[in-house]
């Protein structure tokens, strides 16, 4: 599974996309509304350490996540 954080413009906020490791879209969240999408894919219980990687990431740079 790989993550990416994409930089909003103007009014549009950032967000993340987690894709699969055939890169397809698995979910797409607000940074500041990650829970809904995470607990919708089965990762509710990870998204403390999902939303760290997040916080550290710089945009547009995609990193494979090892769980």
Same mark, same amino acid.
């Given at each position: 599974?790989?993550?990416?954080? $994409?930089?909003?413009?103007? =009014?549009?906020? @950032?967000?993340?996309? /987690?894709?699969?490791? &055939? ?7 607000? $940074?500041?509304?990650?829970? =809904?999408?995470? @607990?919708?894919?089965? /990762?509710?219980?990870? &998204? ?20």
């Amino acid at each position: 599974m790989y993550i990416i954080k $994409v930089r909003g413009v103007a =009014k549009i906020p @950032d967000y993340v996309q /987690l894709r699969d490791d &055939a890169f397809t879209l698995l979910a797409y969240f607000r $940074v500041d509304r990650p829970d =809904k999408s995470l @607990d919708k894919i089965g /990762l509710g219980e990870k &998204a403390e350490y999902i939303m760290q990687l997040v916080k550290e990431l710089p945009f547009g740079q995609i990193k494979k996540l090892e769980f």
